[in-house]
């Protein structure tokens, strides 16, 4: 017994390094690295030994509902609808608005070889539009662009500025609510055409970019200065005003309508307004660090989900969006999302997939037209 004892009281003064005792909270030292390594350079490797799934093609066929002209030419085309094939992508909605590209005319021809596998989104042109011939010069404008082929609008774009995203006319300092669209927005309702719009950005973007910012480091990069334009509640206000005054057209908020940090608000402006849906494109991130109150949300609002990527034409980023949408993976990082947060799978039921992938979007370029 002595000796045991003896023995104990040797190794406590032998203690190896690795067993020093961590600083109480705050004692950082000088040297800890917590006071060196910079937020912008810190990368986790995750260490857990918990399931890491990869899903290289949806479990049901997609209609992609947010994408843009990502491409130069017909092999570029050909290779993406290769892709679409591969990971289970039946359609894509390519949106002429914020491209800077081709014409909608040879952006149309440019995929008529594939035409069955695309379908074309224009803008509302807003040449004359302080002039005496509108509204009759932007609806013509808009039964062009109809007649050669375009099923919606979109993506238009409205960061505080106004109809950002609109070509070939300047749109700045018209927001979805003017009065100056309600007969375009109308002709959009007779002609079936849905309207996607962008609304705003992720809240993150109008905080003090400070230690407080929960999404700072990507918010450092799509800041919002809010000092001569519309700010965030003003442009959220600006979509339910256009929502509400034109029911019988369908809004597609892109996005979540950058409500990701409040979902109930979003929930409420749905409950609201049945001529509302809203699409998952570019906020896997944005969703995925949040994910029983997304699944909850994305399960009660099944009927008004829209499946949509908008962020290129490799295959691994929509083997990302699948992972996140199919499995119960949990705690993994996607680096080109550009948050220090890690994602947690949404595991939604085959019933929910099925529409948001899918019928949702069946449903509104079909049956509704
Ligand atoms: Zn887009």
């Known amino acids: 017994m002595k000796h045991s004892w003896l023995l104990l009281l040797a ?18 030292t000088q040297d800890s690295p917590v006071n060196h390594i910079l937020l912008r350079d810190f990368a986790p490797t995750v260490i857990n030994n918990i399931p890491v799934t990869r899903v290289e093609r949806a479990r049901f066929d997609i209609i992609d509902m947010h994408s ?25 909605a390519v949106m002429h608005c914020s491209w800077i590209g081709r014409p909608f005319e040879e952006f149309v021809q440019a995929y008529e070889p594939y035409k069955d596998r695309f379908r074309f989104w224009c803008c509302f042109d807003y040449t004359g539009i302080d002039t005496d011939e509108w509204p009759a010069a932007g609806i013509a404008a ?4 109809h007649d050669l082929g375009a099923v919606g609008i979109g993506e238009m774009g409205d960061k505080g500025e106004g109809d950002t995203y609109a070509r070939p006319a300047d749109g700045t300092g018209i927001h979805i609510d003017d009065p100056r669209l309600r007969p375009l927005l109308a002709k959009c309702a007779e002609l079936r055409m849905p309207v996607s719009i962008h609304i705003a950005e992720p809240y993150w973007m109008y905080l003090p970019m400070d230690e407080t910012n929960d999404g700072l480091v990507n918010a450092v990069t799509w800041h919002v200065d809010t000092a001569d334009c519309y700010g965030y509640d003003q442009l959220i206000n600006s979509f339910e005003n256009a929502v509400r005054d034109n029911p019988a057209t369908i809004f597609i ?10 979902l109930p608000r979003l929930a409420s402006l749905l409950d609201k307004y049945p001529n509302m849906y809203f699409d998952i494109s570019a906020r896997v991130a944005e969703s995925a660090h949040t994910p029983r109150a997304t699944r909850d949300f994305l399960i009660r609002y099944q009927d008004r989900v829209l499946f949509g990527t ?4 490799e295959p691994s980023m ?12 949990e705690h993994f990082y996607v680096p080109e999302y550009g948050y220090h947060w890690p ?27």
């Open 11 to 28: 190794t406590a003064l032998f203690l190896p390094a690795c067993s020093d005792p961590r600083p109480a909270d705050g004692e950082r």
């Open 68 to 92: 843009h002209d990502y491409t130069s030419n017909p092999e570029e085309i050909a290779q993406w609808v290769r892709v679409m094939d591969s990971v289970g992508v039946l359609n894509t």
């Open 142 to 145: 808009l039964e062009r662009c």
């Open 253 to 262: 908020a892109c996005h979540y309508l950058n409500m990701n940090h409040d």
């Open 310 to 313: 908008d962020n290129g034409t």
């Open 318 to 329: 929509y083997h990302n969006i699948f992972r996140v949408l199919e499995t119960n993976d």
């Open 343 to 369: 994602l947690s799978a949404l595991n939604l039921p085959d019933d929910v997939l099925r529409k948001l992938y899918h019928d949702n979007a069946e449903r509104i370029l079909t049956q509704y037209r």
